[in-house]
């Protein structure tokens, strides 16, 4: 089996990195890990732990030190089905948008880059620099998916579990892999002018109290 690569750094939405790895998990893809530092720390401060098994249990997994640069990942001879890299922060994306290696995050994007294999990068980081829109682009030009972290709205989502799951489930279209986790787009739904009903409560836009 050629394992899929997940990574988590240090931006803010460790919830979509651990939701891709409980589905992989699920499914039996055996995944390796990679976790940074800032990684960790976000994990900690948004889930209540930094510790991956706290999370999705010690099996089905392995996981590899952010700071071992011989790790099977940093070759391209040791075979893989794809990296992601979910959340992405932005300091991890001009890393691999220039070349620059200096843990196995880098390395392992870099040898997916090399050996032309799914890479995809889940930046979440709002407003965007021209930088960090520059080195996406370079990204993109180099055959990476870019696959920012904005939810859309036209399956009524009810729950936070519910945004979290839309982002996933364009990696998992993108990684090939079967899931239920998202209504797709049948079509356009019949609806009274002026309203939009959201969620399960049937709330429109104008009892919203934003409005």
């Known amino acids: 089996m050629n394992h899929p690569i997940v990574a988590i ?61 011989t790790s099977p990942l940093a070759s391209g001879s040791f075979p893989t089905s794809g990296m992601v890299i979910i959340p992405c922060s932005t300091g991890t994306l001009g890393a691999i948008a ?28 709002t407003p965007l620099s021209p930088i960090a829109l520059q080195n996406m682009l370079t990204l993109v030009q180099a055959g990476v998916h870019v696959v920012p972290a904005s939810p859309g709205f036209y399956h009524a989502p009810s729950s936070i579990q519910d945004l ?27 609806f009274e002018m002026g309203t939009l009903h959201l969620g399960k409560r049937g709330q429109s836009l104008k009892d919203c109290p934003l409005q």
């Open 164 to 190: 979290v799951d839309f982002v996933v489930a364009r990696v998992l279209d993108l990684m090939k892999i079967s899931h239920a986790l998202s209504k797709r787009w049948t079509g356009m739904p019949s």
């Open 9 to 69: 750094t240090g931006a803010s939405g460790a919830c979509y990195g651990i939701r891709l790895l409980q589905v992989l998990i699920a499914q039996k893809c055996e995944p390796y890990v990679v976790v940074s530092p800032a990684g960790r720390q976000v994990m900690a401060i948004e889930l209540g732990s930094g510790d991956l098994k706290d999370h999705v249990g010690p099996t089905g997994y392995r996981e590899e030190d952010v700071r071992d640069l």
């Open 98 to 125: 220039h070349g620059i290696s200096t843990n196995l995050i880098h390395r392992a994007a870099e040898v997916h880059l090399k050996e032309r294999r799914p890479l995809m990068v889940v930046p979440r980081e």
